[in-house]
Structure formats: C-alpha cells, structure tokens
C-alpha cells in the first residue's frame, strides 16, 4: 500500500519552504513547469537476498513520473518530482543449502517503490549556449517488497523507508534551440545505503510545450544493521512531454 498521503504531504509542505526560500532572492518573475514522463526501466540486483533477474524483472516495463517545476527569476530552479515503480514477477530461483546442495523453487516478487525528489538548483549562464545547473536534492524512497516461495508457502519481505541527500548538477546544451541534449547527474551515500540517479538526453521546444526522451538510471542500496536489504539497479529509456510557461 502507497504511504503517498502522509509523506506526499510532508514533501509538499517541504517544496512550499523551499518556493519561499527562493523567492526573496530573486526576481519576481516566475516560470511554471509541469512534466509526465513514462520510464521503461529493466531491473537487476537483489531485495532480501532474491535475485531479481531470473524472475524476470530484466525486462523492460513501463512506469509513471510526474513533476512540476518553479523557476524564480533567471537563476533559481525548484522542482518536486514522484516516481512510482510497481512490478510483480516470478520464476525459478535457485537456493544453496548447507553449502552444498542446490534447490531451485518457483517465486514471486512484488517490487513497491515510491521515489520522491526534492530539488533547488542554481542556474550558471542560463542565456548562453552553454547552462549549468548545480543543485541540492533530497531524495525519499519508500519500498516494500514481498517475496513468496511457491513450492514451500513461505514469504517475506521488507518495509523500509529512506532519506538520501544528492549533490548534483545539469548541463543543457544551447538550451534556445530548438533540439538540445541535457545530462544530469545525482548522488549521495549514507550509512543507510546510497542513491545514485543519472539521466541524459534531447529535449525539444515549441513554445509553452517541451517533450523528451533519453536514458536514465537508478542505482540504490539500502541497508539495515549493516546487511543489505536491496541492492537494485534500474535502467531505460523515457519519453516525456509537458508545458513550461
């Protein structure tokens, strides 16, 4: 079940704060953004020591982002983005007993993440040909797993929630063009795990409407009493589109 009202509220009243941070150091002069994006991401790693790959989670599957953006005068950029990834797979997973014998069952795996992102950049030379956009983000993920072994009956699973803060940057080529490429770059780790998030691609311009489409991976790990609960990758393409005013 989707924790999206109490931590989706909590984020919100966070991107207020931040909104009004900004504001006093910047002009009035404000540019809403609003996005969707589908991302069809592939996965690999493990969650509570069962591999995701031979379950099937190597293949591609489409997921939902949505974000709105602020940006207050010519230099501030504030941004709340929420990625929900929900997928069910199974397969034969194998299992080493004792050291010696190898089992294989049937499993499935019910993979529940929410990823919010929490974001203020600064933009350096936003009318040049070349923009760059250092930035803090804050990013939450929320994941709860349930794995159940089909030829036993027995499950489990985790429940975990994480805060990671990210040192970032984005660099867009002649961001007036029509067509331009874009790469941003995230990442921090903790002693709870680490969230690495690098996306990179060309964005195109008619007036108010932009859309996209490029590559992006999600690396992250997280920890509990020093064993990891999730180590997982996440890789695809997206395609998005959207007005900015």
């Not at 936003?126 to 956009?133: H, K, L």
């Not at 499950?155 to 002649?174: H, I, Q």
């Not at 009493?225 to 959207?242: C, H, I, K, S």
């Given at each position: 079940m989707s924790s999206f009202s109490p931590v989706g509220a909590?984020?919100?009243a966070a991107f207020g704060a931040l909104v009004a941070f900004a504001v006093p150091a910047a002009a009035v002069d404000f540019q809403p953004e609003l996005a969707a994006r589908g991302w069809f991401f592939k996965a690999d790693g493990d969650i509570e020591d069962t591999a995701l790959e031979p379950?099937?989670?190597?293949?591609?599957e489409g997921q939902l982002e949505v974000r709105g953006g602020l940006g207050i005068g010519?230099?501030?950029?504030?941004?709340?983005?929420?990625?929900?990834?929900?997928?069910?797979e199974e397969g034969r997973v194998s299992a080493v007993i004792l050291g010696l014998i190898r089992v294989e069952d049937e499993a499935t795996l019910d993979l529940d993440v929410d990823y919010y992102r929490l974001h203020y950049g600064y933009r350096f030379a936003?009318?040049?040909?070349?923009?760059?956009?250092p930035f803090v983000d804050v990013g939450f993920l929320d994941e709860h797993t349930l794995v159940v072994d089909r030829t036993t009956g027995?499950?489990?699973?985790?429940?975990?929630?994480?805060?990671?803060?990210?040192?970032?940057?984005?660099?867009?080529?002649?961001?007036?063009?029509?067509?331009?490429?874009?790469?941003?770059v995230a990442g921090m780790g903790?002693?709870?795990g680490h969230l690495v998030d690098v996306e990179g691609g060309l964005e195109g311009v008619v007036g108010p409407v932009f859309g996209g489409l490029g590559y992006r991976n999600v690396d992250y790990r997280i920890e509990d009493?020093?064993?990891?609960?999730?180590?997982?990758?996440?890789?695809?393409?997206?395609?998005?589109?959207?007005v900015r005013f």
């Open positions: 909590t984020i919100a379950l099937g989670f190597d293949e591609l010519e230099h501030h950029h504030v941004e709340l983005s929420y990625t929900r990834l929900r997928r069910s936003p009318a040049s040909f070349v923009r760059i956009e027995e499950s489990g699973g985790s429940d975990d929630f994480a805060v990671f803060p990210m040192l970032g940057a984005e660099l867009v080529l002649g961001p007036g063009a029509l067509v331009h490429p874009r790469l941003r903790t002693g709870g009493q020093g064993r990891d609960v999730a180590n997982v990758n996440l890789d695809g393409f997206y395609v998005e589109g959207g």
